[in-house]
C-alpha cells in the first residue's frame, strides 16, 4: 500500500517563528519529493523538491530528506501571516508515473 | 501566459450530462496528469498522458471517464453521465520531455465541476 501520511494540523505558530512541517511515506524506494502549498480554493503551488538525503534550502524555505526514515520535512523561517495555507507532502513512489499526495497539514501564521 | 491552461474553471452540470474539462500544458512540457481532488481529501491521480498517448490511467475509474490528448490541442478529460460523486476539482499538470513522474509537476488553475 502506498501512503503518503501528514498531521492535518491545524499547526499554528506565530509571525516570525519556524514552522515544521512533517511527511513520513510508506515506499523506501521513493526517490522524489516535493512540497506544494495550496492556499483554499487555489490551485498546488510547487515549493521545494528534494531528492538526496540531507537538507535543501532555498530563501525562507528548508526540505529535509531522511530515507532511512522515510520522513521528509518542511521548515518555513521568519513565518509570515502570508504563509497560512494547506501544504502538501508528494512522492513519486519507485515504477511510479504519478505524484502521491498526503492529506496536507493546515498552517495559520498568527500575526 | 506560459502556466499550465485549465477550462473552464467552473463547470455545472446536471446529473447525466456530460462533462468537458481541457488542459493545456506549459510551454515546452509534454506530460500531462490529470488529478481530482475531492473535498477534505488529498489529490488523487487519474491518468497520465503525452501526446497522443496515455501511458498510465491506473487512477481512472472504470466507466464513464476517458482522457485524451491529441497531437493538436489540449488534453481532454471526459466524464460521461455525471453524478453527483464526480463533483470534485479536477487539475491538471504538466512536466518536461523527461522520462518518469519524478519531474516537478506545475498544476493549472483547476476545472470546479458541480453536479445539480
Known amino acids: 500500500q502506498k501512503e503518503v501520511e501528514q498531521n492535518s494540523g491545524p499547526l499554528s505558530v506565530p509571525e516570525g517563528a519556524i514552522a515544521s512541517l512533517n511527511c513520513t511515506y510508506s515506499?523506501?524506494?521513493?526517490?522524489?519529493f516535493f512540497w506544494y502549498r495550496q492556499y483554499s480554493g487555489k490551485s498546488p503551488e510547487l515549493i521545494m523538491f528534494i531528492y538526496s538525503n540531507g537538507d535543501k534550502e532555498d530563501g525562507r524555505f528548508t526540505a529535509q530528506l531522511n530515507k532511512a526514515s522515510q520522513y521528509v520535512s518542511l521548515l518555513i523561517r521568519d513565518s509570515q501571516p502570508s504563509d497560512s495555507a494547506t501544504y502538501l507532502c508528494?512522492?513519486?513512489?519507485?515504477?511510479?508515473?504519478?505524484?502521491?499526495f498526503g492529506t496536507g497539514t493546515r498552517l495559520t501564521v498568527i500575526p | 501566459n506560459a502556466g499550465v491552461m485549465q477550462n473552464p474553471r467552473h463547470l455545472v452540470r446536471r446529473r447525466g450530462q456530460e462533462a468537458r474539462l481541457r488542459c493545456s500544458p506549459m510551454?515546452?512540457?509534454?506530460?500531462v496528469y490529470w488529478y481530482r481532488q475531492l473535498p477534505e481529501e488529498g489529490l488523487k491521480f487519474m491518468v497520465y498522458l503525452q501526446k497522443e498517448n496515455i501511458i498510465d490511467e491506473s487512477g481512472m475509474p472504470k466507466e464513464r471517464f476517458s482522457a485524451e490528448f491529441p497531437k493538436e490541442g489540449p488534453s481532454i478529460l471526459r466524464i460521461q453521465q455525471v453524478v453527483r460523486g464526480d463533483s470534485a476539482a479536477y487539475f491538471c499538470?504538466?512536466?518536461?520531455?523527461?522520462?518518469?513522474?519524478?519531474?516537478?509537476?506545475?498544476f493549472g488553475d483547476g476545472t470546479r465541476l458541480s453536479i445539480l
Open positions: 510551454k515546452g512540457h509534454s506530460h
Open positions: 508528494a512522492v513519486n513512489f519507485a515504477g511510479a508515473n504519478n505524484l502521491f
Open positions: 515506499d523506501r524506494g521513493s526517490q522524489s
Open positions: 499538470a504538466s512536466s518536461p520531455p523527461l522520462t518518469g513522474g519524478n519531474q516537478p509537476q506545475h
